[in-house]
């Protein structure tokens, strides 16, 4: 097996392996907008395609000696600056984790939704 970078020639066989096996769990990733996309191949062909790209998370730490209606409103807040920053930068998407039901609530009648598969995290 050998690993090697992701190139437009790979872009037909990387399509149809997403449209046989994960076109019903999660929408054609953009290679092209990663950081850095490889592939694992032997010599029967392409096993693997993965990739690396940077996602924008927004993080907050909130008084919560303040009234819901004060954290509300820093919340709106703090989404507005957080959008304008995550386009300004080239990014079409913000990641929250959220640890509060209720906020994950609110940020979903705000936009935000559920990611597909479950997120995990590897400390490095």
Known sequence: MI???FTPSDEDEFKRIHSIHYAHEFFLPDFSKYECAYLVEDD????TFGG??????C????NRDRSPKDRLNAMYRVLDVSEFITRKIGHDQIYVWSQSPTWAK???KHGFREPQGKSLILDL
């Open 3 to 5: 690993i090697r970078a």
């Open 44 to 47: 029967k062909g392409i096993i």
């Open 52 to 57: 690396i790209r940077y996602i924008p998370e």
């Open 59 to 62: 993080v907050t730490v909130t």
């Open 106 to 108: 609110i940020l979903m």
